[in-house]
């Protein structure tokens, strides 16, 4: 009797190709965006609890826009604040920014909160990325050392700290920002003295 080669699975094939577009470098960063994006869809940022959360100890820290504004970090105190740390080049950075991007823009009309996009890159590549997006956002660069409190090893990094200065969500990697959940928690942070 004759063995009968085994043929591949479909599943395996789909996995051979996956495995190969990884390798390539012009199809790498898009397919990791949309296996990130897979994991936006399920992960939502949870809030610290009350006893374990970091008190920010000062607010000096100086940023400036992509319009070459300077941004005095004080000037948040006492408002709800929400800090992404991100790069142009970092998939799970892109996979989460459109839902950052609206989450900014439901707080928009809202002079109590604020939202900072902070990179390290150039401010032309970040302007170019943010208009290529079409995001409405305004992205910032660090003139001075982060607060130690922030710690930013890895990106992306959002942080979202109470009017009275407390670290309420501390998340690093993609997820989904303009849930109801989070929503919820800043709300109740506005509320709050």
Known sequence: MVKQPK????????????IVL???????????????????????????????????????WKLQDINGEVFDFSSAEGKVIVINF????CPPCIAEMPSLDKLSQHYEANDNVVFLFVSNEDIAVIDDFITNKA????????LTYNPKAFNVSSIPRTLIISKQGE??????????WNSDRVKATINELLKAF
């Open 167 to 176: 670290i309420v969500i501390d998340n690093s990697g993609a997820a989904d």
């Open 86 to 89: 991100w790069a142009t080049w």
């Open 135 to 142: 995001y409405s956002f305004n992205a910032y660069q660090p």
């Open 22 to 60: 990884m390798i390539i470098p012009q199809t790498r960063q898009p397919i990791q965006i949309f296996l990130q994006k897979g994991i936006v869809m399920v992960v939502k940022p949870s809030v610290i609890d009350a006893s374990e959360r970091l008190k920010l100890s000062n607010y000096d």
């Open 7 to 18: 043929r591949f699975k479909t599943s395996s094939i789909i996995f051979i190709v996956v």
